[in-house]
């Protein structure tokens, strides 16, 4: 009974995610590059946001381009053909993807809250240049916060050799260190980002 259930599921995964993942690719590819397109294109009129925007675009297609060889992946019914170390890269881009998109939005957050209800405060006083720094701030911070997983093991031959988040035998230890990465990752510039909100909310309804 189990052994049906799991390959049930395995097929059902197989047909489910390879047209998923193949439509999110061509779909992603075409949005993400109109959408950079349209802001090279209107560059000057969007002010300092840009930057992050910018970069919040770089980080899809960052993950875009994994998709390919998880496409392979689940078509070949999770058998892994790229090794160890584009398996590990592969969830690295991933983790880049999620967590970079994440800070690049709570800085546009807090733009927006200092836009809205500090504009004179922060005229003229941020610019570009500020912006810049920031995003290779958030890519540095992503990145150290992201390289630990590279470190536990991705790979488990069985039958076929799959390419998971963590194997069984470090699920304790990647536990750990997957709590403080949601803390800092996602917690964090979530409450930023909901006060923030808030606040920007309030202050309207007030005027």
């Given at each position: ?176 260190y997957n709590l403080g990465w949601t803390l800092t990752g996602f917690c964090i510039p979530l409450l930023i ?15």
């Amino acid at each position: 009974m189990n052994n049906s259930n799991c390959s049930v599921n395995r097929e059902f995964i197989k047909r489910f995610l390879v047209p998923v993942y193949s439509s999110v690719l061509i779909i992603g590819l075409l949005a993400n590059g109109w959408g950079l397109k349209s802001l090279l294109q209107n560059w000057n009129k969007l002010g300092n946001v840009n930057v992050f925007v910018l970069n919040l675009g770089l980080t899809d297609i960052l993950h875009l381009l994994t998709l390919p060889f998880l496409i392979v992946y689940y078509a070949m019914d999770r058998n892994w053909i790229f090794g160890d170390a584009l398996c590990k890269i592969t969830r690295f881009c991933f983790n880049l993807n999620l967590y970079g998109s994440i800070g690049f939005l709570t800085c546009i957050s807090v733009y927006r809250y200092l836009a809205i209800v500090h504009p004179m405060r922060v005229m003229g006083r941020i610019t570009v240049t500020h912006s810049v720094a920031i995003s290779v701030m958030v890519w540095l911070l992503v990145s150290v916060q992201s390289l630990p997983n590279m470190f536990f093991t991705k790979t488990l031959e069985n039958n076929t050799k799959e390419c998971l988040r963590t194997r069984d035998n470090d699920v304790e230890r990647y536990l750990k260190y997957n709590l403080g990465w949601t803390l800092t990752g996602f917690c964090i510039p979530l409450l930023i980002t909901g006060l923030l909100w808030t606040h920007d909310r309030r202050y309207l309804q007030d005027k």
